[in-house]
């Protein structure tokens, strides 16, 4: 009788970690996506545009615009990673309402440049 208790017990503890440790991996991962689907990301000149069709675990689906290719440009599989780490963290890919910003905060610091210069 006891034995059946400790194993019920071993069980239940189990499947409790594991139900704990699944909802906290698909609850983090959904915090942690910083990809835009659909929405052309501009990574500088003479860098091709690109957007982000889908993502399945840690494969992407990318559409890479490049007006010389055929059909406007081409789609390829990316790991989830290079996207984020390399394109948007470490490069600076900006979707159109982050170019927004960052052209306003250049257009902000240009002004105050001639500000500055003309005062002296």
């Known amino acids: 009788m006891r034995k059946e208790k400790f194993s019920l017990i071993a069980i239940v503890l189990?499947?409790?970690?594991?139900?704990?440790?699944?909802?906290?991996?698909?609850?983090?991962?959904?915090?942690?996506?910083?990809?835009?689907?659909?929405?052309?990301?501009?990574?500088?000149?003479?860098?091709?545009?690109?957007?982000?069709?889908?993502c399945k675990?840690?494969?992407?689906?990318?559409?890479?615009?490049?007006?010389?290719?055929?059909?406007?440009?081409?789609?390829?599989?990316?790991?989830?990673?290079?996207?984020?780490?390399t394109y948007i963290k470490r490069e600076g890919c900006k979707t159109k309402n982050s170019s927004i910003v960052r052209n306003e905060l250049k257009e902000k610091k240009s002004s105050e440049n001639e500000t500055s210069v003309k005062g002296e």
Do not use: W
Request: net charge negative; aromatic share 12%.
């Open 14 to 54: 189990f499947l409790t970690i594991a139900v704990a440790a699944l909802t906290f991996k698909t609850v983090n991962a959904h915090q942690q996506d910083k990809i835009e689907y659909n929405t052309v990301y501009d990574c500088g000149d003479s860098r091709p545009k690109f957007k982000v069709l889908s």
């Open 57 to 85: 675990g840690d494969m992407c689906q990318v559409y890479t615009i490049k007006e010389s290719a055929p059909g406007g440009g081409y789609e390829s599989t990316v790991y989830r990673n290079i996207i984020e780490d």
